[in-house]
């Protein structure tokens, strides 16, 4: 049976609060940057507030539920939908448009000697070198081969690609923050029992560092799905539901199985509020998984769905002296 979608048939929007606390204990790890650590900042009212996980780094996990890596496949009630694989010259699995940062606009995708995929985005948008780019054509094509990329955004930053002014934004974000947020500093000492004194350098002697957690008493995760922008591409309505019940599908599956961020951020989901629109109750992760064979089914036919594998030859390194240097990648994504 599928989702009961009508409640979102004229939503511009559809946004979602999760409720989340440590699975064990009060403190976790937040993201970190570099130069930056924890990203931390003040709310409109003064309150101490954390950055738990990042955009880019939600849309990663929620392509991340979706991929079966024992089976190289997308988990099973996601079996098939377009997918691009990219193996190395041996032909074993090397990566694919699931998992990579950029999706279709990965190096691996399309930098390597293999112009499987290139030719065929040149050969189709050929027609958008100059002039408007048509981006229903463009979400037409990239249904057919990653779907991700109609959710999670992209950018085909290659000149010979429209001049490189093909993107699409994100249709699905999210993110996790923390409110009230305090600071747990602890540390420890890396020891080592044969030399104390050694030098710590190359690895040897006891080294002792810091450690920052945190306490808070609201994590809360939010998610926004754009469904404007997915009903201005104008895909037949069969895409359209699978798009948003796929959405759906990631979300659920993020927060029931994919919160385990990092060693030290080990999170549960408490609670799912459906802020906007009023009147939509989101379905569970039983009945999605239950249902998107069929959509997939439904959506097939229409959209064209392949599966494309790619061959990749190169290292991406940077050739040694006396050698040619290996072209630096035009793909600059849109961050994931």
């Given at each position: 049976?599928?989702?009961?979608?009508?409640?979102?048939?004229?939503?511009?929007?559809?946004?979602?609060r999760a409720?989340?606390?440590?699975?064990?204990?009060?403190?976790?790890?937040?993201?970190?940057?570099?130069?930056?650590?924890?990203?931390?900042?003040?709310?409109?009212?003064?309150?101490?507030?954390?950055?738990?996980?990042?955009a880019?780094?939600?849309?990663?996990?929620?392509?991340?539920?979706?991929?079966?890596?024992v089976?190289?496949?997308?988990?099973?009630?996601?079996?098939?939908?377009p997918?691009?694989?990219?193996?190395?010259?041996?032909?074993?699995?090397?990566?694919?448009?699931?998992l990579?940062?950029?999706?279709?606009?990965?190096?691996?995708?399309?930098?390597?000697?293999?112009?499987?995929?290139?030719?065929?985005?040149?050969?189709?948008?050929?027609?958008m070198?100059?002039g408007?780019?048509?981006?229903?054509?463009?979400?037409?094509?990239?249904?057919?081969?990653?779907?991700?990329?109609?959710?999670?955004?992209?950018?085909?930053?290659?000149?010979e690609?429209?001049?490189?002014?093909?993107?699409?934004?994100?249709?699905?974000?999210?993110?996790?923050?923390?409110?009230?947020?305090?600071?747990?500093?602890?540390?420890?000492?890396?020891?080592?029992?044969?030399?104390?004194?050694?030098?710590?350098?190359?690895?040897?002697?006891?080294?002792?560092?810091?450690?920052?957690?945190?306490?808070?008493?609201?994590?809360?995760?939010?998610?926004?799905?754009?469904?404007?922008?997915?009903?201005?591409?104008?895909?037949?309505?069969?895409?359209?539901?699978?798009?948003?019940?796929?959405?759906?599908?990631?979300?659920?599956?993020?927060?029931?199985?994919?919160?385990?961020?990092?060693?030290?951020?080990?999170?549960?989901?408490?609670?799912?509020?459906?802020?906007?629109?009023?009147?939509?109750?989101?379905?569970?992760?039983?009945?999605?998984?239950?249902?998107?064979?069929?959509?997939?089914?439904?959506?097939?036919?229409?959209?064209?769905?392949?599966?494309?594998?790619?061959?990749?030859?190169?290292?991406?390194?940077?050739?040694?002296?006396?050698?040619?240097?290996?072209?630096?990648?035009?793909?600059?994504?849109?961050?994931?």
């Amino acid at each position: 049976m599928n989702p009961d979608l009508s409640a979102l048939a004229n939503a511009p929007r559809l946004l979602l609060r999760a409720t989340l606390e440590p699975l064990q204990g009060t403190r976790f790890q937040p993201t970190g940057f570099p130069e930056i650590g924890a990203a931390q900042y003040d709310g409109p009212d003064g309150t101490p507030m954390l950055l738990v996980e990042s955009a880019q780094s939600m849309a990663n996990r929620m392509e991340a539920v979706c991929w079966d890596t024992v089976a190289d496949d997308w988990v099973s009630p996601l079996r098939g939908l377009p997918v691009i694989k990219v193996n190395d010259k041996g032909g074993k699995p090397l990566t694919n448009s699931v998992l990579e940062a950029h999706r279709i606009n990965s190096p691996y995708i399309l930098e390597g000697q293999d112009k499987t995929v290139f030719d065929k985005l040149r050969n189709e948008l050929a027609d958008m070198d100059e002039g408007f780019v048509d981006l229903r054509k463009l979400a037409r094509i990239l249904l057919s081969l990653d779907i991700n990329a109609l959710l999670h955004g992209v950018f085909l930053a290659k000149k010979e690609l429209a001049g490189g002014r093909l993107r699409l934004p994100r249709a699905l974000s999210g993110f996790i923050e923390a409110r009230d947020s305090k600071v747990a500093a602890s540390g420890g000492v890396k020891n080592d029992s044969v030399n104390p004194s050694g030098d710590t350098s190359k690895g040897f002697g006891n080294v002792p560092f810091a450690r920052d957690e945190f306490v808070s008493p609201e994590i809360e995760a939010y998610f926004n799905l754009d469904l404007a922008q997915l009903r201005g591409y104008g895909l037949p309505d069969s895409a359209f539901n699978l798009l948003v019940a796929l959405a759906l599908y990631k979300i659920r599956a993020f927060l029931e199985r994919g919160l385990r961020l990092r060693t030290a951020c080990d999170l549960d989901c408490e609670g799912i509020e459906v802020q906007r629109p009023h009147g939509f109750e989101l379905p569970g992760l039983a009945a999605l998984e239950q249902a998107l064979p069929g959509l997939i089914a439904a959506a097939a036919a229409d959209a064209g769905f392949e599966t494309t594998s790619v061959t990749y030859t190169g290292g991406g390194k940077k050739a040694g002296k006396g050698k040619e240097e290996a072209k630096p990648s035009e793909s600059q994504g849109n961050g994931s």
